[in-house]
């Protein structure tokens, strides 16, 4: 007999994994809302027209495609699992134009596929949980989005550095160095400066039909160090005469002002090497590292300008940022910042003798309920030794023991199953006691 077994690149989630998945997206969700975004949710699978050539060449690569049945059995596949959430988003608001308010804040929080080599930090279904405005060319915008990364990871206990850049920057200097038609060339080679190395996106640039002289005049920029503003006014320099890269530059100085403000505690840095291979970012452009474990970007996004008008849609403006929740899982796993309090686990298990004190304890635990208590009854009257392991097995702290005593006096024997002190209480002192522990 084959041994049961998943695709490579997905995983199973028990108890203890969904608990703190959920975790994760109730921490996100809830700060989604404090700034007053809206919840949607859009198809698993998306026609390929919608999704084919939104992601660049090796984007669309990894592309997962439906097999067609029936009579088109032997047709090219008409359908696809989504790659993002943003395309399907783009395609949601233009089919949707007439029912929304611009600008229009959503968030999501769905699985997304892609056919990627599975390694650590990396698999082939995922979920990611999105935020974005659309409808405004406001860099408020930005700052708010930047302002929820600070707020989701304060949330969570994690250290993290924001990278920033803009893509009319990265157009201005592809523009600059002589190679305005080779952007994508460019922003998909030097998007893998962290995983390849300067050598290896170098030689990319060449296979990708980048002169020499054009690749040489790249590396200054490349290398560029220093703060912020010192990065600012060096690439502000290159590009001065340019007019695509100086509102670039212009955008990012602005946003920077207004982080200033209104920041306290994340780090940032403008990242001149920050690409973002999506081919619809046209704007700033944010990642988010972990300071503390060594894993890819757990948040990224950025502005597109247009992404709608190739739904029949044109000059609708929109900026958003996607939280990798499996990475973020990985990342408090490792850290095991987890709270206790996660679980949402049994607090309260009754054991029972025989079926008369059975249907006595389903009565009580019919009231607990009410009281919003998580309670069990054990669904059988078996040996006391047996219930009490499954009730220490799932560390649940109290056990409400019933017998014939108990029945009699309308109470329970509560044992506490960390000091193993007992006491006989009633139904309202047990609520009481419940609610303390």
Known sequence: MTKPNIPKGTRDFGPLEMARRNYIFSTI??????????????PSMELMSTLMGKYGEEGDKLLFRIQNSGEKANEAPEKGLRYDLTVPFARYIVQHRDELQFPFRRFQIQPVWRADRPQKGRYREFYQCDVDVIGTDSLVSELELIQIVEDVYQALGIRVCLHLNNRKILAGIAEVIGAPDKIIDITTAIDKLDKIGLENVNKELSERGLADDSIAKLQPILALQGSNEEKLDAIAEVLAGNETGTKGVEEMTQIIDLMKCQLSTINYQLDLTLARGLNYYTGTIFEVK????????????????NLTGIFGLPNVSGVGISFGADRIYDVLTELNLYPASMMNATQVLFATFGDAELRYALKWAKQLRKENIRVEVYPEPAKMKK????????AIPLVAIVGGNEMESDTVMLKNMTTGEQSQVTIEQLINKIKKV
């Open 29 to 42: 969700r809830n700060v989604f809302a404090r700034y007053g975004f809206q919840q949607i949710e859009t």
């Open 290 to 305: 972990a300071l503390d474990v060594q894993i890819g970007s757990i948040t990224g996004g950025g502005r597109y300008d």
């Open 387 to 394: 219930q009490m392991s499954y009730a220490d097995s799932k």
